[in-house]
Structures are given as C-alpha cells and as structure tokens.
Antibody, heavy 129, light 107 residues
Framework: QVQLQESGPGLVKPSQTLSLTCTVSGDSISSDSCYWSWLRQPAGKGLEWIGRIYTSGSTNYNPSLKSRVTISVDTSKNQFSLNLSSVTAADTAVYYC?????????????????????WGKGTTVTVSS | DIQMTQSPSSLSASVGDRVTITCRASQSIRSYLHWYQQRPGKAPKLLIYAASSLQSGVPSRFSGSGSGTDFTLTISSLQPEDFATYYCQQSYSTPRTFGQGTKVEIK
C-alpha cells in the first residue's frame, strides 16, 4: 500500500522560505511510471497545483509560482521536497504531496493518462510573524 | 493555462437522489479529465480517471462521461458518505488545473 507523508514547519515568517518534505512508502520514488507532485489549498478554497518532479530530476512548475519554487528528490531517502521562497500570508494553506501515476495509454497516440491516485494527508502551513 | 469551470458551485440533495456535476474546459482536453472527492479535513480522493474509468475501490454509483471540453460526473443514488466537495482536473497539459469545486450538501 503506497503512502505519502508530508513533514515540515507549521509556521513560517513572511519573506522566509517554506520547506516541506514528502516521504514515500510502499513505492520507489525512482519509479519511471509516475511523477511526484506538490499541491496546496488555502482554507475554504480550491486546489492549486504547485509542480512536480520525475525520478530523473526533471521538473514542471506552475508559472504563477515558478520564480519562487524548487522541487527536489532524494532517492536515497525515498523523499521529495518543496521549497517556496519569499513567502507571504497568501501562501498560508494546507500543502499536499501526491503521486501522479501513469495510467492506461491513450488510444492511437502513444501517450498515457496521468492522474493523482495517492495523496498525503496534508500539512497546514501558516505564514505569520 | 487551461481553465476548468464546474457547475453548479454547490447543490443540495437528498439521500437516494441522482446528482450530476458538470465540468467545462477552456479548450479541448480530449479525455484527460479526472474527478476527485474531498471530504472536510481530508485529502482529495481519486474517483474517476480518463473521463469515464472508475478508480479501483470506488463504488459503481459514481460514473463519468464526456470528451473534448464538456464532462459530467454522476452519482446515481446519493449516499450519506457522498456529501463532500468534488473537483475536476485536467492532465492534458501543465500546469495541471482544477475546477473550483462543487459542494454537495444535505437537503
């Protein structure tokens, strides 16, 4: 059974860097059939995709956050991490890590469906002095 | 970015009702559309992937349809545990984007 667990400080001061780690169990972060993603959800609001990383280290980021985001992977610890710099109160949210798994192929294309099939429980991060 | 728009934003329904939620993409996303359920204080849970495929372990009262820009999530007979918020999400391109959510409440 695959499980993801977020960890990190629950309180970060404005202008500082938010750092979170997601520990993966039951699957190898070196798998070539999935991406490892970060998302967030402000209280009472919808889901925002932050970005993802592949085992090779290749990343994709949300352009709205790209200048402040770094996602990295540590295969020796089966973990991946999120750094978000220069935080403000607008970055206060529940942060989730998720596995974006490769599903069936799309008929006639050679491409695959990818969807977030396993999520961590989420961790609340508050930005406040 | 591909914009995802859900309707309605909220609805009230009774146990046993048939419920339909729609999701519209700002451009064609073929069938790269997935549905999630989120109960209060919990992480989202994958219900439907590739527009119409039921995720393992999800009750068969959930179904999805559509392709291109218009999609539907249907709950055939609403159960007490189905009162939650539902999100659609596209994986046609990055950044991945979600609908704003549809909250299903008890009538």
């Amino acid at each position: 059974q695959v499980q993801l667990q977020e960890s990190g400080p629950g309180l970060v001061k404005p202008s500082q860097t938010l750092s979170l780690t997601c520990t993966v169990s039951g699957d190898s972060i070196s798998s070539d059939s999935c991406y490892w993603s970060w998302l967030r959800q402000p209280a009472g609001k919808g889901l925002e995709w932050i970005g993802r990383i592949y085992t090779s280290g290749s990343t994709n980021y949300n352009p709205s956050l790209k200048s402040r985001v770094t996602i990295s992977v540590d295969t020796s610890k089966n973990q991946f991490s999120l750094n978000l710099s220069s935080v403000t109160a607008a970055d206060t949210a529940v942060y989730y890590c998720a596995r974006e798994a490769r599903g069936p192929s799309v008929a006639g294309t050679g491409y695959f469906y990818y969807y977030m099939d396993v999520w961590g429980k989420g961790t609340t991060v508050t930005v406040s002095s | 970015d591909i914009q995802m728009t859900q309707s309605p934003s909220s609805l009230s329904a009774s146990v046993g009702d048939r419920v339909t939620i729609t999701c519209r993409a700002s451009q064609s996303i073929r069938s790269y559309l997935h549905w999630y359920q989120q109960r209060p204080g919990k992480a989202p849970k994958l219900l439907i992937y590739a527009a119409s495929s039921l995720q393992s372990g999800v009750p068969s009262r959930f179904s999805g349809s559509g392709s291109g820009t218009d999609f539907t999530l249907t709950i055939s007979s609403l159960q007490p545990e189905d009162f939650a918020t539902y999100y659609c999400q596209q994986s046609y391109s990055t950044p991945r984007t979600f609908g704003q959510g549809t909250k299903v409440e008890i009538k």
